[in-house]
């Protein structure tokens, strides 16, 4: 049975919607916006773009095999004897995981869809002697990563404003 781990959909809906509404922005600056302007909101929304291709593309899947990562146009496989090592790095309300394998390392964050289950499969199939002690806690009480979700949302309604604000305008 398959796995299949995303970035949180909580994230990506306003990531993808302030990147949407960036466009439109980016549309109403080429028609009444200087050329300074024109130049940086085009710079970012290209810079976001890659970002919100990232986050929808990116995904874990856990299988009876091993561990397959789909970053943005790659695609990593694992089997469980490849995986060497899972660590943990916490940071008030964020946390990293270190996989280390013999093709190199890999580290993702808290903000996956149930990042939680998706330690404890990799804690259950790794076994105690690749796997911290601090992933056990961490399992025990672990930290949700909210206030990136709250900033994006936050950056939507600025987004937002200044469209409205530039339609006025026009």
């Not at 909101?41 to 976001?48: L, P, Q």
């Not at 940071?91 to 330690?119: C, D, E, P, W």
């Not at 806690?137 to 404003?161: A, C, G, H, K, M």
Request: proline residues 1%.
């Amino acid at each position: 049975m398959n796995q299949v781990f995303k970035i949180r959909q909580a994230f990506r809906i306003p990531f993808i919607s302030a990147v949407t509404l960036l466009f439109i922005l980016l549309a109403l600056s080429l028609f009444d916006g200087q050329l300074w302007e024109q130049i940086l909101i085009a710079a970012i929304c290209i810079v976001t773009l890659v970002i919100a291709i990232e986050a929808c593309e990116r995904e874990f899947t856990v299988s009876e095999n091993g561990l397959l990562i789909r970053k943005f146009f790659r695609t990593k496989d694992f089997t469980w004897t490849e995986i060497t090592h899972l660590g943990v790095v916490i940071m008030r309300n964020k946390a990293y995981f270190l996989l280390t394998t013999t093709k190199g390392f890999y580290v993702f964050s808290n903000l996956l869809q149930n990042h939680t289950l998706l330690i404890r499969h990799l804690a259950d199939k790794l076994g105690e002697e690749k796997v911290e002690a601090e992933i056990k806690s961490y399992l025990e009480d672990p930290v949700e990563r909210t206030s990136l979700v709250v900033l994006t949302w936050i950056v939507l309604i600025i987004v937002v404003v200044i469209i409205l604000t530039k339609l006025i305008k026009l």
